[in-house]
């Protein structure tokens, strides 16, 4: 929640009402500090350590031989199965309760009196969001290509660059929907709570569901999207439809189908979301009443 104290200090010394730029600015800083000073930012920086230290070990130790095969396998099995799990964490951190704490603490009825622009509110909280979460995963990858480097010398695959460019834009449309549902729900537990289920169990459900039994590509799914994160290190990439035939014995087959986003496909995915989403949450936010 917003420091109001500290924040009015900044808004105070403007000699007349500051501009939307201005607001956003202000917003956004004293947002990113509530973040340090409540040690969310701490917590999942240790969470990112503790995969970083845990991988590490495992491999050093162990030397298994999916890793260590190549670059392009040892990035693959470091990343690919990493950044999504952050990139969700951090939003669940960062966006879960960044709006409904505004209502539930009742910190949003004192903004709203103040002459600040809720799509200021709205935007340089998000901001904020981003780059605290931003911040969390280059020093997850910064740790992950020194192992790299250790092992394979500067030989870094571009596939990295471009997991960093999807895990980016997956980022700003995973936080888009924890602030949609954030803006939502008055309560914050409400809102986390639902953004757990949905990113950690339903959507991989519901996907699991609709491609293997039903036989439906689940481009409606945002985790389907974010498939290519993980697929643009397989060389060549995967193809988009995988049908595999299982004999169960006594001349019975099971048909099961898989579908892979193309990178094109998961791009347009992962940009739908984060639009509809941040604007929808907004056009929430702007027409809710703080009492």
Same mark, same amino acid.
């Given at each position: 929640?917003? #420091?109001?104290?500290?924040?009015?200090? #900044?808004?105070?010394?403007?000699?007349?009402?500051?501009?939307?730029? #201005?607001?956003?600015?202000?917003?956004?800083?004293?947002? $990113?500090?509530?973040?340090?000073? %409540?040690?969310?930012?701490?917590?999942?920086?240790?969470?990112?350590?503790?995969?970083?230290?845990?991988?590490?070990?495992?491999?050093?130790?162990?030397?298994?031989?999916?890793?260590?095969?190549?670059?392009?396998?040892?990035?693959?099995?470091?990343?690919?199965?990493?950044?999504?799990?952050?990139?969700?964490?951090?939003?669940?951190?960062?966006?879960?309760? %960044?709006?409904?704490?505004?209502?539930?603490?009742?910190?949003?009825?004192?903004?709203?009196?103040?002459?600040?622009?809720?799509?200021?509110?709205?935007?340089?909280?998000?901001?904020?969001?981003?780059?605290?979460?931003?911040?969390?995963?280059?020093?997850? $990858?910064?740790?992950?290509?020194?192992?790299?480097?250790?092992?394979?010398?500067?030989?870094?695959?571009?596939?990295?660059? #471009?997991?960093?460019?999807?895990?980016? $834009?997956?980022?700003?449309?995973?936080?888009?929907?924890?602030?949609?549902? %954030?803006?939502?729900?008055?309560?914050?537990?409400?809102?986390?709570?639902?953004?757990?289920?949905?990113?950690?169990?339903?959507?991989?459900?519901?996907?699991?569901?609709?491609?293997?039994?039903?036989?439906?590509?689940?481009?409606?799914?945002?985790?389907?999207?974010?498939?290519?994160?993980?697929?643009?290190?397989?060389?060549?990439?995967?193809?988009?439809?995988?049908?595999?035939?299982?004999?169960?014995?006594?001349?019975?087959?099971?048909?099961?189908?898989?579908?892979?986003?193309?990178?094109?496909?998961? $791009?347009?995915?992962?940009?739908?979301?984060?639009?509809?989403?941040?604007?929808?949450?907004?056009?929430?936010?702007?027409?809710?009443?703080?009492?």
């Amino acid at each position: 929640m917003i #420091d109001m104290e500290t924040m009015n200090v #900044d808004i105070n010394q403007e000699k007349k009402i500051p501009g939307s730029l #201005d607001q956003l600015f202000i917003i956004t800083k004293y947002e $990113l500090l509530n973040y340090f000073r %409540s040690r969310r930012f701490l917590i999942l920086l240790i969470i990112g350590l503790i995969i970083d230290l845990l991988l590490t070990g495992i491999i050093g130790y162990y030397r298994p031989q999916s890793f260590l095969s190549s670059s392009l396998s040892f990035y693959s099995g470091w990343v690919g199965n990493s950044i999504t799990f952050i990139i969700i964490l951090s939003a669940i951190f960062f966006g879960g309760d %960044s709006i409904s704490g505004e209502f539930q603490n009742k910190t949003g009825f004192f903004i709203a009196s103040r002459p600040i622009r809720r799509s200021s509110i709205y935007t340089g909280k998000w901001i904020a969001s981003f780059i605290a979460s931003f911040l969390i995963i280059i020093i997850f $990858l910064a740790i992950t290509i020194a192992n790299g480097v250790y092992y394979f010398g500067a030989s870094v695959p571009y596939q990295l660059w #471009d997991a960093l460019a999807f895990s980016i $834009l997956y980022l700003a449309a995973v936080l888009g929907f924890a602030f949609f549902f %954030s803006s939502l729900f008055k309560s914050s537990a409400y809102s986390i709570i639902v953004t757990v289920i949905l990113f950690l169990f339903a959507f991989t459900l519901i996907q699991f569901i609709v491609s293997s039994l039903v036989g439906i590509e689940p481009w409606f799914i945002i985790t389907y999207a974010s498939g290519i994160i993980s697929n643009i290190f397989t060389v060549p990439f995967p193809p988009h439809v995988v049908t595999t035939v299982t004999h169960l014995g006594h001349g019975r087959t099971l048909t099961t189908t898989t579908y892979n986003a193309t990178i094109s496909e998961g $791009l347009i995915i992962m940009a739908g979301y984060f639009i509809i989403s941040t604007l929808l949450g907004l056009f929430v936010f702007e027409k809710r009443e703080f009492n």
